[in-house]
Structure formats: structure tokens, C-alpha cells
């Protein structure tokens, strides 16, 4: 499966992007779709999951209120809402996709598969 995130940017703090993941050749049926962001000098973390046929959002603490992970089923994507963006919200976003249980959400190995990043450059 590859994957591929669109809708990085630059923005104004408090300010808005809409990110995308989709999935060439097939759709998320079955997996559980990630989004990771990798800020500078720093791990890769966790942002939001979800489930692409039962739901189950779940947010790092940091983005919750704020950020809004969804599935387009019309389209074949997992759409990250960012909304009151904040300078440390500058990083590379990563979508996944893998089959983790709920509680595995957050970590990297539970998912198989990656696309390459986008840039969300946040200005002051």
C-alpha cells in the first residue's frame, strides 16, 4: 500500500490546514490510519488515529480540541482538521496505516505502512 499526505503549508498561528492521506491501489478497509509528525531535533510522535471502519479517534494530548482526525469514504481518505495552530505544531506529518489494537494506537511499529511527509510550517 502507498501512501500519500497532502495539504501542508505554511500558516499564521491560529490559523487552519486540512491535511489528506490516501492509499493507491486500494482502500483503508481493515487498517487503522495514523497521523505521526516529526518536529526538529525530536522523536517522530504521535498525533491522531482512527479506525477506518469502526471510528475510535484518538489524539495526543497536545492536539486535542484542535485537531480532528476523519474519514472520507467518498474519496478514500483519513483528513487531519487543524484548526488554532500553534508554532510547535511545525513539523512533518506522516500518514500511516497498519492493523494495531486500540491500545497500540500511538506506537510507530504497530504500522506497516508510511507515506512520505508533508511540511505545516506555523509562523508567529
Known amino acids: 500500500v502507498q501512501l500519500q499526505a497532502s495539504g501542508g503549508g505554511l500558516v499564521q498561528a491560529g490559523g487552519s490546514l486540512r491535511l489528506s492521506c490516501s492509499a493507491s491501489?486500494?482502500?483503508?478497509?481493515?487498517?487503522?490510519v495514523a497521523w505521526f509528525r516529526h518536529l526538529a531535533g525530536k522523536e517522530r510522535e504521535f498525533v491522531a488515529a482512527?479506525?477506518?471502519?469502526?471510528?475510535?479517534?484518538v489524539y495526543e494530548d497536545s492536539v486535542k480540541g484542535r485537531f480532528i482526525i476523519s474519514r472520507d469514504r467518498a474519496k478514500n481518505t483519513v483528513d487531519l482538521q487543524m484548526d488554532s495552530l500553534k508554532p510547535e505544531d511545525t513539523a512533518v506529518y506522516y500518514c500511516?496505516?497498519?492493523?494495531?489494537?486500540?491500545?497500540?494506537?500511538?506506537?510507530?511499529?504497530?504500522?506497516?505502512?508510511w507515506g512520505p511527509g508533508t511540511q505545516v510550517t506555523v509562523s508567529s
Open positions: 491501489e486500494r482502500t483503508f478497509s481493515g487498517y487503522t
Open positions: 500511516a496505516a497498519g492493523t494495531p489494537i486500540l491500545s497500540n494506537f500511538r506506537l510507530k511499529a504497530a504500522y506497516y505502512y
Open positions: 482512527i479506525r477506518w471502519s469502526a471510528g475510535n479517534p
